[in-house]
């Protein structure tokens, strides 16, 4: 079947540091690969997204590169600021039927000053 | 703006009691979505909708049904509520894909529903 597993949180780091969250998936096909994030009392937004294999996609200094060889889209940030605590989500969708999204279980991370 | 609205921020139910959460979209979406969403379980599909009164089901419809008489409009229901309903309520919705197009998912802010 398909699913998405990424890291369990929180992950918990200071201004300025370095964040890598792992995303690893399943999928029969061909899957397209997003993430998500959900801002405290808030639904999720999308975050970034890429469709094909070596794609890259990248949105508000956050980046991601779809790797179909390890089956990972994992998502960094060269310098994480307080406003990005927040709870992440991995998805995939295939590109068939009604592209409905497989989503993983989240991970919330926590930034301090 | 784009924007999907939930009916309820907060809700409390008694156990038996029928719920109904509404989401409205106002960007002329064609798809329709409702998701609960438990920690460390992520989100799940209960039910989707391609099109008015149209409706197929997801990974966990057991337990509720669904409405679309309005294409803006996608109403969830719980016909006997049980605690194990207890959970975040999320709806989204999307524009039809054309070819390999995926089109994003937006997403209301929430139903937090807490069953008695």
């Known amino acids: 079947g398909n699913s998405v597993t990424q890291m369990e949180g929180p992950v918990t780091l200071s201004e300025e540091a370095f964040l890598t969250i792992n995303c690893t998936y399943t999928a029969t096909g061909y899957p397209s690969l997003f993430w998500y994030v959900q801002y405290p009392g808030e639904g999720l937004q999308l975050l970034l997204k890429?469709?094909?294999?070596?794609d890259k996609g990248s949105n508000k200094g956050f980046e991601a590169t779809y790797r179909k060889e390890t089956t990972s889209f994992h998502l960094e940030k060269g310098s994480v600021q307080v406003s990005d605590s927040a709870v992440y989500f991995c998805a995939l969708s295939l590109n068939t039927g009604f592209q409905k999204l497989v989503f993983g279980t989240g991970t919330r991370l926590l930034v301090s000053p | 703006d784009v924007k999907v609205t939930q009916s309820s921020r907060y809700l409390v139910k008694r156990t038996g009691e029928k719920v109904f959460l509404e989401c409205v979209q106002d960007m002329d979406h064609e798809n329709m979505f409702w998701y609960r969403q438990d920690p460390g379980l992520g989100l799940r599909l209960i039910y989707f909708?391609?099109?008015?009164?149209?409706?197929e089901k997801g990974d966990i419809p057991e337990g509720y049904s669904v409405s679309r008489e309005k294409k803006e409009r996608f109403s969830l229901i719980l016909e006997s509520a049980s605690t194990n309903q207890t959970s975040m309520y999320l709806c989204?919705?999307?524009?039809?894909?054309?070819?390999?197009?995926?089109?994003?998912?937006?997403f209301g802010p929430g139903t937090r529903l807490t069953v008695l």
């Open positions: 909708s391609y099109d008015v009164k149209m409706k």
């Open positions: 989204a919705s999307s524009s039809r894909p054309g070819g390999n197009k995926m089109h994003e998912q937006f």
């Open positions: 890429a469709t094909k294999a070596d």
